[in-house]
């Protein structure tokens, strides 16, 4: 069901060797005012969240509201390639992110933070993706395999802590996989969760020091999946089991009807999100 054969067209040629200005794209969208040449950076590399960077994010943000998640994508792409990346957890929101990047910018580096606990079916679609669009999904691990984390802790620590768990597999390694880079796609929709309902198009990201872009922020479950039907685009195939919102396989289950689609990621616990997409 998930094997999409139809074959991209080529990739439009967006260099990421050029001064970062408006491009015809942002332009379009109306009401862009000239950008810096160059965010403020650090010595080594970190973005710098000044006056100009806050004032130009809020603008954009604005602006961007009512543009596609194509449209938000090639502006992100102008403004920050090289130094813009991707997380994905391969997710139906994650899928369309990559089947749109893999038109307007394939070169995006695409990275999953492979906890060690994730579901074969989610591990599958990498090759999946690597089959249908050629590009190469990057695995960050954590400095340790889920068998000696375990045993440092005594036990597994998804259950005694998760929060815990959740910094030391994804956290940690997330600000790692990110050192030099300046923007990141997320993949969330507002309509997901009430923590979720005021990310912002372009927002910046304090805890990871990065622009963050939400593309899908304003689409719905129904455009997301009306989108993967119409071009076939790959899906984890759990999905077809009751499993709406997919993370690790120790705190995942299929929901029931009638349940928000996020209830079955850590059921029973007060635990809503891994801590990628709060502010604290
Ligand atoms: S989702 Fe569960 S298993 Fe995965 S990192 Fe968080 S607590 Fe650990």
Redesign the pocket.
Known sequence: MNQGSALLTAPSAIRHDRPLTVGPIASALGDAAPLASEPAQTSDGKLVFTDELAAEISRESARLETASPEEILRWTVERFAPKFTMATAFGPEGMVLIHMLAEIAPQTPIFNLD?G?QFKETLELREEVKRRYGIAVEMKRPATTIEQYEQQHGGP??RTN?DQ??FD??IKVLNEAVVGMHAWASAIRRDQSPDRAKAPIVGWDKKFGLVKVSPLANWTKQQVWGLITKHNIPYNALHDQGYTSI??W??TRAVMFGEDERAGRWSGKTKTE?GLHTKD
């Open positions: 906890t606990y620590v998804y998760p768990c959740c597999r994804k993370g690790c120790p705190c891994c």
